[in-house]
């Protein structure tokens, strides 16, 4: 079997969903396997979405914007693009070649292919919000690249900058039948989840993810300096959370 020409060195699940949606395969689907949970489908349209389809948590969080913002993981750049309509100085990043071309494509006057620990991130330029959502602090992976991030953001930011993310709790996933918490203390935090994406023929590396409760976030975020309001949650324990530099 010959490779075809279009054939990429990385395999880019998501960034091939988000193109076929954009190029009109509307009804693209994503499999996402996890190490917690039985296979998910995730629809590229749900990158797509426009703010009225947004889960209210994430259009508070595009309320509290300021200044000059960073979207890490911006996916096909919903937030970014509605941001830029509201007139705000976006910076759009995503580790997948497909989402920048898309993010281009759909209007999103800065963009860039970055992962979140890369030095370049700022290019000595300071940023007034990052904002992480979608479950956005999960691209930190572990918690110890939660600590890394902490500190790799302050550089990002100006002085009283502030990190806008969504998280969740899963610990739900881990109940008894009495509704009783069981963990394995010998395993890593149960909230460190190994994920795989696959899309058509094509599946990308395995790649870790977390999902922090909002107790632990606060002490790592306050032992990193910084000052922790908890701004939103719902009944599915997800949170929106403003960690502002001290």
């Known amino acids: 079997m010959s490779m075809s020409p279009t054939a990429t060195p990385t395999p880019?699940?998501?960034?091939?969903?988000?193109?076929?949606?954009?190029?009109?395969?509307?009804?693209?689907t994503i499999a996402v396997h996890s190490s917690v949970a039985d296979e998910e489908v995730l629809p590229a349209a749900y990158f797509f979405r426009s703010l009225w389809e947004m889960p209210e948590m994430e259009r508070t969080a595009l309320e509290e914007?300021?200044?000059?913002?960073?979207?890490?993981?911006?996916?096909a750049g919903c937030h970014a693009l509605e941001l830029q309509q509201r007139g705000f100085a976006v910076k759009a990043v995503d580790v997948s070649a497909g989402a920048v071309q898309v993010m281009q494509q759909r209007g999103v006057q800065e963009v860039a292919r970055h992962d979140i620990f890369d030095a370049a991130l700022a290019q000595g330029e300071k940023f007034d919000t990052i904002l992480m959502l979608m479950n956005g602090i999960g691209l930190v992976g572990t918690l110890d690249g939660l600590e890394r991030f902490l500190v790799h953001a302050k550089h990002l930011l100006t002085p009283g900058g502030q990190i806008l993310a969504t998280s969740s709790d899963i610990s739900y996933l881990y109940e008894d039948e009495e509704g009783a918490l069981v963990f394995d203390l010998n395993a890593p935090y149960y909230g460190e989840v190994e994920y795989t994406m696959q899309y058509a023929n094509e599946t990308g590396p395995a790649f870790h993810w977390i999902f922090t409760d909002p107790a632990l976030l606060q002490d790592y975020a306050e032992a990193a300096?910084?000052?922790?309001?908890?701004?939103?949650?719902?009944?599915?324990q997800q949170y929106l959370v403003r960690l502002t530099v001290r």
């Open 12 to 28: 880019d699940p998501i960034g091939q969903a988000l193109l076929a949606y954009q190029q009109g395969h509307l009804s693209a």
């Open 65 to 75: 914007c300021r200044g000059r913002v960073l979207d890490l993981g911006a996916g």
């Open 225 to 236: 300096g910084y000052e922790v309001e908890f701004l939103e949650e719902d009944d599915q």
